[in-house]
């Protein structure tokens, strides 16, 4: 386990070393790299655990990524948008619950218009000034990032979904790799807390693929990075592919955390779809974010980028104490401020 001190010591990795260190992992020597994220993790954020709480606002997307259920071609879904004020509503409800961060996600859905959004995103800050508040709402031009973090937003995830190129344009009909770069580094300039990431598990994804993933996110230096696994959804050109494992995935997530260790990493709701202690096992592995779904319980089965998600009909009210004992039970201590990352709150 030569690279295991290496990577702990170091922070970094070459891409032959990524390589080597990944193929000689196996579900015994792993638990070593686990150990290591975790106290990784405890250097920089301590046993804290954040929360989010996730707003889906609308399912109406205009891309066709081959393995996501919301996907344009897909005529099975039910499609819906929530008004200003039915969002307005939801982070009320958060708020209430203690939720200090509201992530407000949706398709490629541009009925949003920047005016809409830059509207909503005042509201949102007026009402609850000490929230952060963060975007998920894929790829806009430069000006309208640059009006919604002048209007307030904080951060944006936008997932690099796959670092290879070509697996990337295969998967994603008329988008371009240079593109998702292009938007990532738009943001960063801009001034949000940036969160890429990508699936495992994807079919033609080997241990170089991988291993550009990690690279890719090193060199970023995202302030977050969501991981999950790859889960066939059965209206899409992918639903007879296999599906990225839970135990891969703990080791991307493991060493996300060893390479970019200030980072803010979920534990995500795939990891929890894929295995009921997925996602405490993601937090013993490194993982320091839990995000909950506040979005009102009549949208939530519209809202399947794959199918069985979880926690599609809690009542977020029940459910924010449900899962603090989950975090409590699992070693953690639920952390209810914004959540900030590290690195941001340093350079400010
Ligand atoms: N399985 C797992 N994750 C998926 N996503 C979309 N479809 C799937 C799927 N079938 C992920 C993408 C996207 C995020 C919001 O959800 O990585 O960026
Ligand atoms: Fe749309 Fe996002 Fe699904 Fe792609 S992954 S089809 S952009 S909702």
Known sequence: MEYLQKIYD???????????????????NSNKLFEAANKTRKKYYGNKVYMRGLIEFSNICRNNCLYCGLRASNTKVKRYRLTTNEILECCE??????????????????????????????????????????????????????????????????????????????LHPDMLFEDRVDCLNNLKEIGYQVG???????????????????????????????????????????????????????????LVRLLVPDVLLPATTAMGTLNPQGRELALKAGANVVMSNISPISVRDKYQLY???????????????YIEKRINAA?????????????YLCLK
């Open 196 to 254: 890429a990431g990508f699936m495992v598990g994807l079919p033609d994804q080997g241990y170089e693929e991988l291993a550009e993933d990690l690279i890719f996110l090193k060199n970023l230096e995202p302030d977050m990075i969501g991981i999950g696994p790859f889960i066939p959804h059965s209206a899409t050109p992918m639903g007879n592919e296999q599906g990225g494992t839970i135990d891969k995935t703990l080791i991307m997530i493991a």
């Open 331 to 343: 070693g953690f201590i639920l952390d209810t401020t914004r959540g900030d990352s590290i690195k």
């Open 93 to 170: 409800e958060g708020y209430r619950l203690g939720y200090r961060t509201f992530v407000l996600q949706s398709g490629e859905d541009m009925w949003y218009t920047k005016e809409i959004l830059v509207d909503l995103i005042k509201k949102v800050k007026e009402k609850f000034p000490d929230v952060a508040l963060t975007l998920s709402i894929g790829e806009r031009p430069y000006n309208e990032y640059e009006s919604f973090f002048k209007s307030g937003a904080d951060r944006f995830l936008l997932r690099h979904e796959t670092a290879s190129k070509k697996l990337y344009e295969k």
């Open 10 to 28: 170091n922070n970094n990795l070459n891409k032959e070393e990524l390589i080597g260190f990944m193929k000689s992992l196996n579900s015994e």
């Open 307 to 321: 199918e069985n998600k979880i926690c599609i009909d809690d009542e977020a009210s029940k459910y924010s104490g």
